[in-house]
């Protein structure tokens, strides 16, 4: 019985796989659709144009920071700077370009460039360092670059940029919001990175199983590396699409947005125990938190009331997860 | 009260697909020390498990002092006084002695709860004493060698008035001295009327201290007899005494030009001036017990671990490796020895696993993976190695072993390796698998590979090898031709028994 039967049972193991992880993939989807159909029927105004966009563009920053934060959540790390690094990046741009008076080109160089920097250094302080846990290093650097932004701006905003560098925030192209079609460029370069380029793969690799990965032949500290500088530098970016659209750069933006960013991964089907998640379900995941703000607003609940069902939306979310966990389990035993 | 303080009969213990004991009887008398002795994979561990409740038999019967027990967890074994003390030692290091040696039974002051230090330090105290150890009791337990914690263990037990004591290599570990402490301390417990199951590899310590020594192969007991009917040719031939069941498959290949020279490579603590040399078309097995140090010379050599001295060739050239990168830059290729914790990634798929080290070479412009390249020569290494089912998506851990092992060797076919090292290549993978990989290693060979395998079976490790390297301690005690060497030879230089002059060639 043993000799004839093992690969059916293998086929019969692959299919149920394969519909596991087209249920996998298409779970956030399906609750992004039945939050839409709800919001539908409860708000006449929910599925207009006007509306829809507003969520696109609301969902832009959120949506830019996660697709960094993914990556560093696939490797089974963390990256809490990001929000900290979005406020010191933009109000060293808001220096260069308001009070200096430099080109803004160089102004978004600068805004780029400190995001990386300070993404490679948390990198650096995880690896070279051998800090025990992304968690300490970016605590670290949440710390220090929140405190930098106070000192550099005496505490207060800087406003009035030129009208090129809120382009990218406050513009339209037709109907669409400029911020929601860099997301798409953005998710789709992601995409290709992450599955069609060695360091893509060597991320998902690196969070599956570090030790088999580092005994392959793949320099684990430098894939780590490269993953929270490009963290980094999505946080920079989301801050640039800030400021676009509230014309301002101020020390204390990007307050608590990092756990927005963890929640749109989470939500979107990556494991906190590293090596799975995608792309694509990280937008639908960041989707999700902003159609259900964009909801209750409509609905006119309060923000206090918000904060609770986002995290109840967390707890959930990540709860489906353990299960799903626990049923691969059950067919590894 | 009888004269047995434990009787086993009949004991059998199956895991899905293998039979791990089977039909095993013993009788443990009060205060004896009985030796078990079998060569890796004999059922030891097994056994000792099934003593202590963490298994639970399949067949058979456990009396102990003459009524039947059954033990679902080590928390009911322990409560009628068995215990067990493993090579790795369960003391909490940031505890204090006493502490380690209370912990689970704190002794309380009366009517307030709180704990009594004073009254468990003193009889902390006490027990080490007892055992000739005076130390402070109130020190955390990390700020003494491995030889006194595991006197604190043997306190431990003392306080909680065991009558047998379970200890797997407690020697493995431990300096000359220590040993000496440890020996004498056997005795005192047996003084005590505490039993004591003694498994070791050192036979001299076996014959040095045991009263009755039992050898078990293939889970099964062979024999049990008094230390005076025992020498160490009788255990060592009751240990191996099998013939050689499985078939093995020859390369036929030549053996060609040196690929790889290593020379004087030494880790302190690990590796002790090992040297040898692997032709192209050649075979080395490396034999020995499990902790002889083979599985750290591999990783030395692959740049896995660091080392602190040594000269590595490749095909003449000197290289330096610093890391597995370098070494797989040189051609070399390592097929760990645990397959689920360092070779695969479970939770990804066959295509990701079988090309995680050749994934460059199916790069265009530099950078971006050929997806329609990477299935197809997925496709034909699964066609190639026969893995089953032959899904490149599907996930690695629905595998069986034999299939999980093949992925491995896939992922190292597409690294283009040329000097391949085997860590214990057929562990957990089952007969027919294992003659797929015999096959596969010859191929190589054939192909002009230079190969090295490690394995802890011995008629494996005659089977497939041209020439065999033992090692025993971090050194290489014996170099043997397959064709002239016996099970025994090859034993007494693993366990040291015999000094066994080993001089390079």
């Known amino acids: 019985m043993n000799t004839s039967t093992p690969e059916v049972q293998g086929h019969g193991g692959t299919q149920k796989t394969q519909f596991r992880q087209l249920i996998k993939k298409m779970g956030s989807l399906i609750g992004l659709i039945g939050l839409s159909l709800v919001l539908t029927f409860a708000s006449p105004y929910f599925l207009t144009m006007d509306n829809i966009m507003n969520v696109a563009r609301q969902s832009a920053i959120n949506?830019?920071?996660?697709?960094?934060?993914?990556?560093a959540i696939l490797t089974a790390g963390i990256d809490l700077s990001v929000g900290s690094i979005l406020a010191l990046s933009t109000v060293m741009m808001g220096i260069v370009v308001v009070k200096m008076g430099m080109s803004p080109i160089i102004g978004v160089g600068v805004c780029l460039g400190i995001g990386i920097l300070l993404g490679w250094l948390n990198g650096m302080m995880l690896t070279k360092m051998s800090l025990p846990h992304p968690f300490i290093s970016t605590l670290g650097t949440m710390n220090v670059a929140r405190g930098l932004a106070l000192i550099v701006t005496a505490a207060s905003p800087i406003s009035?940029?030129?009208?090129?560098?809120?382009?990218?925030?406050?513009?339209?192209?037709?109907?669409?919001?400029?911020?929601?079609?860099?997301?798409?460029?953005?998710?789709?370069?992601?995409?290709?990175?992450?599955?069609?380029?060695t360091v893509g793969r060597y991320i998902y690799a690196v969070g599956g199983n570090p030790e088999a990965t580092r005994l392959s032949g793949i320099s684990i500290d430098k894939v780590l590396i490269i993953v929270y500088a490009i963290s980094g530098l999505m946080a920079a970016l989301g801050g640039l699409v800030l400021v676009g659209r509230v014309n301002s750069a101020y020390p204390l933006a990007g307050l608590g947005y990092e756990f927005d960013a963890i929640a749109a991964c989470i939500i979107g089907g990556a494991s906190f125990m590293g090596g799975e998640g995608t792309v694509w379900g990280t937008l639908i995941g960041s989707m999700i938190m902003a159609v259900l703000r964009n909801g209750l607003n409509l609905l006119s609940v309060s923000a206090e009331m918000q904060t609770v069902a986002i995290g109840i939306v967390i707890i959930l979310a990540v709860y489906i997860d353990v299960l799903r966990h626990k049923a691969a389990a059950r067919v590894k035993a | 009260m009888s004269e047995y303080f434990l009787s086993l009969k009949g004991i059998c213990k199956r895991f899905p697909g293998v039979s791990a004991l089977t039909d095993v009887s013993l009788d443990i008398k009060n205060g004896e020390i009985h030796a078990l002795c079998g060569e890796n994979g004999a059922g030891k561990s097994t056994f000792i498990k099934i003593l202590t409740g963490v298994y639970q038999s399949n067949d058979g019967e456990m009396l102990c002092e003459g009524k039947v027990v059954r033990f679902n967890n080590t928390q009911e074994s322990f409560s009628l006084g068995i215990t067990a003390i493993y090579q790795e030692l369960s003391i909490l290091p940031n505890l204090t002695v006493a502490e380690n040696i209370f912990l689970g039974r704190e002794l309380r002051i009366p009517g307030f709860g709180l704990l009594d230090y004073r009254k468990m330090n003193h009889l902390a105290k006490t027990a080490l004493l007892e055992l000739g150890i005076d130390i402070d009791v109130t020190k955390t337990a990390s700020e003494y060698t491995m030889g006194y914690q595991q006197m604190i263990e043997i306190a431990r037990a003392l306080i909680a008035n065991v009558k047998l004591i379970i200890m797997d290599e407690p020697t493995s570990s431990l300096s000359g001295r220590e040993v000496d402490v440890l020996l004498k301390n056997i005795h005192k417990l047996k003084e005590k009327g505490i039993a004591v199951i003694y498994i070791s590899h050192r036979l001299e310590e076996v014959l040095a201290i045991a009263d009755r020594i039992t050898v078990i192969r293939d889970g099964c007991k062979i024999g049990t007899m008094e230390r005076s009917e025992a020498d160490e040719e009788k255990i060592i031939r009751l240990m191996v005494g099998r013939t050689l069941e499985e078939k093995f498959p020859r390369h036929q290949a030549q053996k060609g030009d040196i690929a790889l020279r290593v020379r004087n490579l030494n880790q302190r603590g690990r590796l002790n001036d090992i040297s040898f040399d692997l032709h192209k078309g050649e075979v080395i097995g490396f034999a020995g017990l499990v902790g002889a140090g083979r599985t750290e010379l591999a990783r030395a050599v692959f740049g896995a671990d660091k080392i602190d001295s040594g000269i590595i060739e490749i095909f003449g050239k000197q290289v330096k490796i610093n890391s597995p990168k370098d070494a797989i830059h040189h051609g070399m290729a390592f097929l760990t020895e645990d397959r689920k914790g360092q070779g695969l990634i479970l939770m990804h798929d066959i295509i990701v696993n079988s090309t995680l080290t050749g994934l460059k070479k199916f790069c265009k412009f530099g950078y971006f993976i050929d997806q329609k390249m990477?299935?197809?020569?997925?496709?034909?290494?699964?066609?190639?190695?026969?893995?089953?089912?032959?899904i490149p998506k599907m996930t690695t851990r629905l595998l069986s072993g034999g299939n999980q092992q093949k992925v491995v060797i896939a992922k190292w076919l597409c690294s283009k390796a040329k000097i391949f090292i085997f860590d214990e290549p057929t562990r957990g993978i089952d007969v027919g698998a294992k003659v797929e990989v015999y096959n596969l290693i010859n191929r190589l060979v054939n192909e002009g590979a230079a190969v090295i395998v490690i394995s802890s079976e011995l008629p494996e490790v005659m089977g497939i090898s041209d020439r065999i390297l033992v090692m025993n301690s971090g050194k290489i005690t014996g170099e043997f031709s397959c064709l002239e060497v016996t099970p025994e030879e090859i034993l007494k230089a693993a366990t040291g028994g015999i000094n066994h002059e080993y001089k390079h060639a």
Do not use: C, K, W
């Open chain 1, 160 to 197: 009035n940029f030129p009208t090129s560098i809120q382009f990218l925030g406050a513009a339209f192209i037709g109907p669409i919001p400029v911020s929601f079609i860099l997301v798409l460029v953005v998710y789709a370069a992601f995409h290709v990175f992450l599955n069609y380029t």
């Open chain 2, 374 to 390: 990477v299935v197809a020569e997925v496709d034909e290494m699964m066609r190639e190695l026969q893995i089953h089912p032959a």
């Open chain 1, 63 to 71: 949506s830019l920071i996660a697709i960094g934060m993914l990556l």
